[in-house]
């Protein structure tokens, strides 16, 4: 059974970057309610202020999650916990610990600081975990963004490879975690060690001229996969998309296209 189209409503894009990203309430739940019907089986969305700032504050998640299940959204809500939304990490910690409403995931990035902490934070909480992580070169540091951030092991930034700490991580419930691993081009080689990981599901995921091959590969490995406006704005022939549900309906299509060969596992499937 394939694992459920993920859809990235917004991502760190601003408002300048086309009327079709959605930033309001309102608009965030009128393209959640149309990826689900065309296929999406989570909704990723980054919770804006009214001035259009990304936030953590349980003011903003809170009512943004209850319009969301109130309209009618029965699949699980991710939302993003990075440095994006709150650049300190203790700040990260204390709005975490505010939520009086919860999203089922919460998305931390493993090149960041304070991730281990603020995971298992969220896991104490009852949110599961999405362990972000970049792989292969050409991804950005931890402002970059929607990029987990930092730099590889023994390439002299004094920085933990994301992946490495990940791996040192102790989780105390791998049940309740996700691999959301973000190469930066769908190489196979990239994600070929990923079979000997922990048995945790993996989520693939790239962005821009990545964002339809790495769809592709998790299909082929038989990964979870996302799509929407927050990754990537054009569909696969290169034509702009209109909205988040016509890239889902394309990603389905696509997905459908490209199925995963015969004993296909990666982590978590095995």
């Known amino acids: 059974m394939r694992p459920p189209l993920q859809v990235s409503l917004n991502g760190s894009r601003g408002a300048a970057e086309g009327a079709a990203v959605p930033m309001s309430p309102e608009d965030l739940v009128e393209a959640a309610l149309a990826a689900v019907a065309a296929g999406a089986g989570e909704v990723l969305v980054h919770p804006r202020t009214p001035c259009g700032r990304e936030s953590l504050s349980p003011r903003v998640v809170g009512p943004l999650l209850e319009a969301l299940r109130g309209a009618g959204i029965g699949v699980p809500v991710v939302v993003p916990a990075g440095v994006g ?64 951030g930092g730099g590889t092991a023994g390439s002299g930034t004094g920085e933990v490879e994301p992946l490495v700490r990940f791996l040192a991580w102790p989780a105390p419930d791998h049940a309740r975690v996700r691999l959301v691993a973000e190469p930066a081009a769908a190489d196979p080689a990239l994600v070929a060690g990923l079979r000997w990981l922990p048995p945790v599901p993996v989520l693939l995921c790239g962005r821009e001229a990545a964002a339809w091959p790495v769809l592709r590969l998790a299909a082929r490995c038989g990964a979870g996969a996302r799509i929407g406006l927050g990754d990537v704005r054009h569909l696969p022939d290169g034509r702009p998309a209109r909205s988040n549900a016509e890239l889902v309906a394309a990603a389905v299509a696509e997905l459908a296209a490209t199925a995963a060969p015969a004993g296909a596992a990666t982590a978590g499937s095995r």
Do not use: I, K, Y
């Open 85 to 148: 939304t709150e650049p300190d990490p203790a700040g990260r910690l204390e709005r975490v610990r505010s939520w009086g409403v919860l999203p089922d995931r919460a998305a931390v990035h493993f090149g960041e600081p304070g991730a281990e902490e603020l995971a298992r934070t969220l896991l104490n909480r009852g949110v599961a975990v999405d362990a972000v992580v970049p792989l292969g070169s050409g991804v950005g540091g931890a402002g970059s963004p929607g990029a987990a």
